[in-house]
């Protein structure tokens, strides 16, 4: 069964293990694809269009059928590795042992955002930037820059509050939880930990950096609590509703899952913790 | 490496096929009349270094992956922008922080690139 533990509590040969399957879908060249995907919905997801991985209701089960797709290709290079996630809310500064050279390494360096440190710096030669929009190949990221600080547990509390999960005009514009959490209204949560990591976290290609996947698991995380704080809330729209995905609609790429069937994750693994 | 458009890039998503291409090019053409009614003005300057261009686009631009109705420019190079409900612009360089006009959306793109050139979805 797979377990999905939170990033600071994984042991040394946890940490090696994932970052070595990193490296190796990184090496085989599908790693990239997920990028590239992701990359295409987050340009074709708009607000007043069809919309499926971004700024609409499917965000969480879209995101979540991802990354169980991702997981099972970590999987397929070492079965023991499960994904980790980050929670931002308490490891929330740039000195956190998730950004040390034996995980993820640390910020780049100020003149052109470089990753220097770590597995997935340019100087290892493991980690180029294939899938990208400018002529940069190597990682970058601004840990905080300008101030920017991380959504604190307060904040995530008052929007797993929220007892509706979404609303017209499901998109960037709704009230309730589900656009809380993504960040487009509100105290901002999902949205921020992009901006707050930037370099490639804050663009389209957002998954070039591998602490998507940690980011993305505790926002999935967050869904699983948020579930069992509100089991009379559903997903919304039930009915089908022109241009997003309601409940029992097919989601794009795969075109063979539903919201309907992304709504109990545990066929699929188990958090090490969820809230009561 | 080979070099493809966005517009190629779309159509060739994994699973998303050629369906998904014409589906938001059929949307682009049905709301830029109305975006490019009330769209932002354009703009052309220099900024940090930069050449950046931004004008309402016609026919649903250059290509079909947002149905923004306004293209932006950096030094020539098409820059992937995108209008929110409320307004605000985001784009493919800073896609999770909305700013409020298409210009200033081109400079925090500028600021961001650190004189790196801007090209078509690069892919392995």
């Given at each position: 069964m797979t377990v999905r533990k939170n990033q600071a509590r994984l042991t040394v040969t946890e940490k090696r293990a994932?970052?070595?399957?990193?490296?190796?879908?990184?090496?085989n060249g599908r790693y990239d694809t997920f990028v590239a995907t992701h990359n295409d919905f987050i340009m074709s997801d708009t607000d007043s269009g069809d919309r499926v991985g971004h700024r609409s209701p499917s965000f969480l089960p879209w995101h979540r059928r991802f990354l169980i797709e991702f997981e099972?290709?970590?999987q397929s290079v070492d079965p023991t590795v499960a994904l980790p996630y980050w929670d931002w809310t308490v490891d929330?500064?740039?000195?956190?042992?998730?950004?040390?050279?034996?995980?993820?390494?640390?910020?780049?360096?100020?003149?052109?955002?470089?990753?220097?440190?770590?597995?997935?710096?340019r100087g290892a030669n493991r980690w180029a930037v294939n899938v990208r929009v400018d002529g940069?190949?190597?990682?970058?990221?601004?840990?905080?820059?300008?101030?920017?600080?991380?959504?604190?547990?307060?904040?995530?509390?008052?929007?797993?509050?929220?007892?509706?999960?979404?609303?017209?005009?499901?998109?960037?514009?709704?009230?309730?939880?589900?656009?809380?959490?993504?960040?487009?209204?509100?105290a901002n949560l999902h949205n921020r930990v992009h901006v707050w990591v930037g370099g490639h976290m804050a663009t389209g290609a957002s998954p070039n950096d591998p602490v998507f996947?940690?980011?993305?698991?505790?926002?999935?995380?967050?869904?699983?609590?948020?579930?069992?704080?509100?089991?009379?809330?559903?997903?919304l729209p039930t009915a089908a509703t022109g241009n997003v995905v309601a409940l029992h609609d097919t989601m794009r790429p795969w075109n063979n899952v539903t919201p309907a069937d992304m709504l109990d994750h545990t066929p699929h693994y188990a958090y090490d913790s969820v809230a009561a | 490496m080979s070099t493809i458009t966005r517009r190629h890039a779309l159509g060739a998503a994994a699973g998303a096929a050629a369906g998904l291409t014409l589906a938001v090019a059929a949307t682009?053409?049905?709301?830029?009349?109305?975006?490019?009614?009330?769209?932002?003005p354009p703009f052309d300057e220099v900024y940090q270094g930069r050449r950046i261009q931004g004008a309402p686009s016609h026919a649903g631009g250059h290509h079909g992956g947002h149905g923004g109705g306004y293209t932006v420019h950096?030094?020539?190079?098409?820059?992937?922008?995108?209008q929110n409900a409320d307004g605000t612009w985001i784009s493919v360089i800073n896609h999770y922080e909305p700013l409020a006009t298409p210009r200033a959306t081109a400079r925090a793109a500028v600021r961001e690139l650190q004189g790196a050139v801007l090209v078509p979805l690069a892919t392995a």
């Open positions: 994932f970052v070595d399957a990193l490296l190796e879908l990184k090496r099972q290709a970590l929330r500064t740039p000195g956190a042992s998730l950004w040390a050279p034996d995980f993820l390494g640390g910020s780049g360096r100020g003149r052109d955002g470089q990753v220097m440190d770590g597995p997935f710096a940069r190949d190597f990682l970058r990221r601004s840990l905080g820059a300008g101030g920017r600080q991380l959504p604190t547990r307060a904040e995530v509390d008052a929007v797993l509050a929220m007892g509706t999960y979404d609303a017209a005009p499901w998109n960037s514009a709704s009230d309730g939880f589900r656009n809380h959490l993504e960040g487009w209204r509100g996947w940690m980011h993305h698991a505790f926002i999935d995380k967050l869904w699983a609590d948020w579930q069992k704080l509100h089991p009379a809330s559903a997903y | 682009a053409r049905a709301t830029t009349p109305a975006r490019a009614a009330a769209g932002p950096i030094d020539g190079e098409e820059l992937h922008v995108m």
